[in-house]
């Protein structure tokens, strides 16, 4: 079977059956403990994810009925059975019993951390399709369908920083083999969700100064730096300045 976390929530059963999870509580703490697996979640943290910091005298009473209905609509969907249960309790919480090639967030950090790993090789035919591969996987922003509290929030955030990271290698792996021209599309997509993304400027920067398109680097330039002045009071790095003047005097060695 396979857990999907990224994007809409759903299980996918071992004869293909795409089952929805529905926007619940009980989903909810189900997220959670698969993005922990491998650890104990403890009751204070769970509780703390479902109701923040305005928990009900009946916290621990009804975070046990979420447990309860979340095995339920597992066994239900004939995801688990009595020989394999999913959902353990261990105390001071519960467990969450899956295999990484169960989750798709696993597979994911697995492919990125193979893609870097081939980048550091030097083999960015093999770096891209592993990025590729591990990419293709996000089907939207992470648990779209799940209420999140202040604990899936920070897991969400490091999930973005993670398809952003695997972005950025897959930039790095098409850049390698000369494939600068179809990346600009995604880097100015990219400069805009991620404007004081000083990295992503300097590499849209490049690549229309490679592409020839002089005027358009330089207008990059003073985009980024505008932005950070308003937003921050601060000029661009001085590694990006430096560029910045290279572009400006056609350095042919940034070519």
């Not at 967030?105 to 870097?116: H, N, Y």
């Not at 932005?227 to 005097?249: F, W, Y």
Request: hydrophobic share 40%; with cysteine.
């Amino acid at each position: 079977m396979r857990f999907n976390l990224l994007g809409h929530v759903h299980v996918i059963t071992d004869t293909g059956r795409l089952i929805p999870l529905k926007s619940s509580k009980a989903t909810q703490l189900l997220a959670l403990l698969l993005l922990r697996r491998h650890e104990v979640v403890g009751s204070g943290v769970l509780i703390e994810e479902l109701w923040g910091d305005g928990p009900p005298r009946s916290a621990m009473t009804t975070l046990q009925t979420y447990v309860y209905h979340t095995r339920r609509l597992l066994a239900e969907h004939q995801v688990t059975c009595a020989e394999r249960e999913l959902v353990l309790t261990r105390p001071p919480g519960y467990f969450a019993l899956i295999d990484d090639d169960e989750l798709d967030v696993t597979i994911v950090e697995r492919l990125i951390r193979k893609g870097g790993r081939l980048l550091e090789e030097d083999r960015p035919d093999e770096a891209l399709a592993a990025l590729n591969a591990g990419l293709d996987l996000w089907r939207g922003p992470a648990l779209s369908t799940v209420p999140c509290g202040p604990v899936l929030e920070c897991h969400i955030a490091h999930l973005e920083e993670l398809r952003l990271f695997g972005v950025q290698l897959r930039i790095d792996a098409n850049w390698r083999l000369g494939r600068i021209g179809p990346m600009i599309p995604e880097l100015r997509s990219l400069v805009i969700s991620h404007p004081l993304n000083e990295t992503l400027h300097a590499k849209l920067m490049g690549a229309l100064y490679r592409v020839g398109r002089r005027a358009e680097a330089l207008a990059s330039y003073r985009n980024l730096r505008q932005i950070l002045s308003d937003e921050l009071g601060v000029d661009p790095t001085p590694e990006i300045q430096r560029m910045h003047l290279e572009i400006l005097n056609g350095d042919q060695v940034l070519a």
